[in-house]
T-cell receptor
Framework: DAGITQSPRHKVTETGTPVTLRCHQTENHRYMYWYRQDPGHGLRLIHYSYGVKDTDKGEVSDGYSVSRSKTEDFLLTLESATSSQTSVYFC??????????FGPGTRLTVL | QKEVEQDPGPLSVPEGAIVSLNCTYSNSAFQYFMWYRQYSRKGPELLMYTYSSGNKEDGRFTAQVDKSSKYISLFIRDSQPSDSATYLCAMSYYGQNFVFGPGTRLSVLP
């Protein structure tokens, strides 16, 4: 998976609780992304980062925040989880002219 | 109209067939194009990455881009049961922040 790990790989939580997902890369790539993948919607961009402390919103950012304090780590936080945030979350990284590489995913269930 | 359209399938072919997977798009500014393979419960795996128009070949896979028609294709020669997966196309106008198609499910029958 091109030096990308995600943790946890599976999580079940309750509505209203905060949740943080972690993405870690060993490739020293500048760009990092968080996507969610749902049946009928495909991959949708939540947030992305173009450098340490530099982040921006994607298509479906409401209810999510991100932080990147180190090149290798990109955190996704669900402030107060809702059932509509039940999904599979993928982290991706890209450098210059190399395409985008995905992590193994985190399966999140919000009860 | 969605920015990137892709027939969801499922597409079923016999082993050894040539498979053609396609995407159409509406944004004429797209210049970077990718194809991914995704097995069930796994992350997408980058197969092909191309810039602008033309063809690119890698083993049994050939990617074609026709910017004048806003149409990209992925051909798989001598398809194998292990090629059974969902294939995603993605594109961007500056090499980042790619827009993804919904994916085509392919089944290669032994």
């Amino acid at each position: 998976d091109a030096g990308i790990t995600q943790s946890p790989r599976h999580k079940v939580t309750e509505t209203g609780t905060p949740v943080t997902l972690r993405c870690h890369q060993t490739e020293n790539h500048r760009y990092m992304y968080w996507y969610r993948q749902d049946p009928g919607h495909g991959l949708r961009l939540i947030h992305y980062s173009y450098g340490v402390k530099d982040t921006d919103k994607g298509e479906v950012s409401d209810g999510y925040s991100v932080s990147r304090s180190k090149t290798e780590d990109f955190l996704l936080t669900l402030e107060s989880a809702t059932s509509s945030q039940t999904s599979v979350y993928f982290c991706a990284i890209s450098g210059s002219g190399s395409g985008q590489f995905f992590g193994p995913g985190t399966r999140l269930t919000v009860l | 109209q969605k920015e990137v359209e892709q027939d969801p399938g499922p597409l079923s072919v016999p082993e050894g067939a040539i498979v053609s997977l396609n995407c159409t798009y509406s944004n004429s500014a797209f210049q970077y194009f990718m194809w991914y393979r995704q097995y069930s419960r796994k992350g997408p795996e980058l197969l092909m990455y191309t810039y602008s128009s033309g063809n690119k070949e890698d083993g049994r896979f050939t990617a074609q881009v026709d910017k004048s028609s806003k149409y990209i294709s992925l051909f798989i020669r001598d398809s194998q049961p292990s090629d059974s997966a969902t294939y995603l196309c993605a594109m961007s106008y500056y090499g980042q922040n790619f827009v993804f198609g919904p994916g085509t499910r392919l089944s290669v029958l032994p």
